[in-house]
Structures are given as structure tokens and as C-alpha cells.
């Protein structure tokens, strides 16, 4: 359009100079150049699109319309109309509706209010962008999302108590939602993507009765579940008790099966063990008669060599008797005729008393000197302190004779 304005004014400026016939013509071009200069200046041609976005141009001539992607487009300012769109997901949480005690809660079938964290995330759908691009208003999360939302959950949370939006039904309610939220979303062209319950808030009364009430279900669940686990320890008695049954029977069967099959055996052994046992009686009879005769031979050999021995002891014993007797008769004959001799000694020298007896006391007495006798008697009569009352003579004679029969009698 430029070039064939500038093209027009070059042909005006030229067929001017060549005519000068018409000024008014070269005033038209002239002011018809400089509009379209502030046209252009104002629209200029080209529009840019964002990543994200698709772009609908319309032509206003034929009534077309085409999608632009992501870059630059060509718009002809007067023929043409481009409108950009997001094909982001966008997220829409409705502030308003957190809080129970806030502008605008959600309402229970028993009248209270409640606050849920609610977010819905949209996005436009891309296969129907040139359809209903025309009819799009230019806020549509304000114009068409937002209204479609709060229409459908204000419903469908009138459906629901509050105990069931809190903690029962919370999936089925999300999933009544999506079911009656993506059909009216879609008539508009915008795709439901997912929908999301959060934290909700409850009255503060309800909040304390709330409490209380799962306080007592909680007592209520945990005796439940003690009852249960004392049913399960009754019948995991009865079950061990039953158990150790059978273990004991089957180890007094095994124990029997044992003991039969042990008697078996010993059964059997002793089918070998009773020749063998007979064997061995039959040797110890054997064994002890043997013995017996052994015992019975030592005995009498013992017996015999116990009487050879006594024969032999007897005899020995004659014969050191006889001997014995005969050295006494020898001794004797001996003593009486050295006693014989002796005394007939005496009877010449009756001094050797007093010295035999001086020689007797030698040991008991070192010095002993004493003056014979005057009437030639006893020398220890002094010694003793007694006198003689017989002469030598008479008491030697007598001593003699004494001596004389003793030798005779041995």
C-alpha cells in the first residue's frame, strides 16, 4: 500500500509538473499520502505472537479466519483483525470461598458455611480455537470460566453435609464436579483439566462439635479395634492351643511309632541275640566248671603242700627240740662239772668271793677297800654292817655242800 502510495504520488507529482492543469489533484494525493503514512504509522503490519499463544486472523473481506502459531504475522491494517489467545493451563481459585466466615462460602445441605481451598485448572482447547474464537469474550477466565464454576459447585455442595465434604465423600464430590463442569466448559471451547479439593474450613462451632464427636469415634474405633484384637488373640490362643494338640499328638504318635518300631528291632536283635546270649551262659558254665576243677586242684594241691610243710615244720621243730635238748643236757653236764670245779676252787681259796663279788660291784663301787676280816669271815658282812656269827670254816663247808647238791641236782 506504501509503495503503490508513493508509486500514485510519483505519477501525481510528475503528471503535475507536466499538466500544472489541476492542483486540486495533487492536494487529494498529497492528503491521501499522508493518511496512509499515520495508518501505517499507527497499525503497523506485522504482529507479533507469543510462545503459548495462538493467533486467529480474520478477514474482513471474505470472512475467513486463520491460526498463527508462535512468531510473526502479517495484518493488514483495514483488512485484516488478529486476536491472540493462551493455550496455557491457567489456574482458577475462587479467594472469596476459602474461608467459612468469608465473602462468599460454600453452603452444606444443612445450611452451614464452609470455606474450600478450590482450584480448577482450565486451558482453551486448541482444536476449536478458529470456531469459537469469534465468540470468545476478551476476559475469559472472568467472563465464562469463573461463572461456570461457582455455578456448579455452589450446586453441587448443596448436595452434601458438611461431615461429608470434610472427610467421607471427598473424592465423590470432586468427581461430581468434573462430571458436571466439563460439559459446560467444553460448549465454550475451554478443556476442564483437572479439578482440586484442599483444606476446608469449618464454622467454629460445628469445628468443637466436629472435634468432640471424632474424639468419640476415635474411643469409639479404638475399642472396636481392641475387640477386635482381643478376638484375635482369643482365637490365636485357641489356634496355638489347638496346635500344641496336634504337635503332642503327632509327637505321641511319632514317639509310639518310635517305640513300635524299636521293639521291632529289639525284636529281631533279639532273634540273634538269645543264641548268642545261650552261648555265652553255656561258656560261663563252661568258663565256672572249669574253675570250680581249678579251684577244686589248687585247693588240694594248696592242701597237700599245707601238710608237706607241716610234716616238714614238725620234724624240723622235733629236731630243734631234741637239739635243744640235747645242748641243755650238754650246758648242764657243763655247768655242773665247771661248778664242781669251781667249788672245789672255792674250798682252797675262799678269798676269790670277796673278789668275785668285789669284781660284781666295780661298776657300782670304783673304790672299795676293806681289811679282811680277823676271823676270816665274809668281807662284806663289814661292808653291810653285819657280823659274821659263824666261823669261815663252818659256812664254807656249808656254801660247798650247798653247792655240791645244786651241782648234783643239775
Known sequence: MARATSVALRRGVGSGARTLHSSR???LVAGLAIA???????????????????GVRSNRLTGSTTELREGSAIVLPGLHTLRTLPLRDQVYRPQGSLRADGESPFQSVEGLSLGVDL????ALDPTRVSS??????NDLGADIVQPAINGVIYKVM???????????????????????L????????VLLKGITLGKIDLPEDYRRGMDRLLAEELATEKMRYTLVLKEKQVEQTALEAQAESVRREKQAEAAAKEQVIAAKAQEEAMKHVLPFKQKQIEQRQLEAEAEKQARVKGAEASAQARRIEAQGEADSRQKLADAEAYRLQKVGQANSEQMAREGALITRHPLLIQKTLADKLSDKVQVIIAPPPADGGFIGGALLGTQAKATLPANTGQSQDGWQDDSQEQ
Not at 496512509?36 to 495462538?54: D, F, M, R
Not at 466439563?182 to 471451547?189: F, H, I, S, T, V
Request: hydrophobic share 40%; charged share 25%; aromatic share 8%.
Open 158 to 180: 448443596a448436595r452434601y453435609t458438611v461431615r461429608e465434604i470434610f472427610s467421607s465423600k471427598r473424592a465423590e464430590l470432586q468427581q461430581a464436579i468434573e462430571t458436571e
Open 132 to 137: 469459537v474464537a469469534g465468540n470468545l469474550p
Open 36 to 54: 496512509s503514512a499515520y495508518v501505517l504509522w499507527k497499525n503497523p503490519p506485522l504482529a507479533s505472537i507469543e510462545h503459548g499463544e495462538v
Open 182 to 189: 466439563k460439559p459446560r466448559l467444553a460448549a465454550d471451547g
Open 25 to 27: 489533484t495533487v492536494l
Open 119 to 122: 482450584s480448577v485448572r482450565y
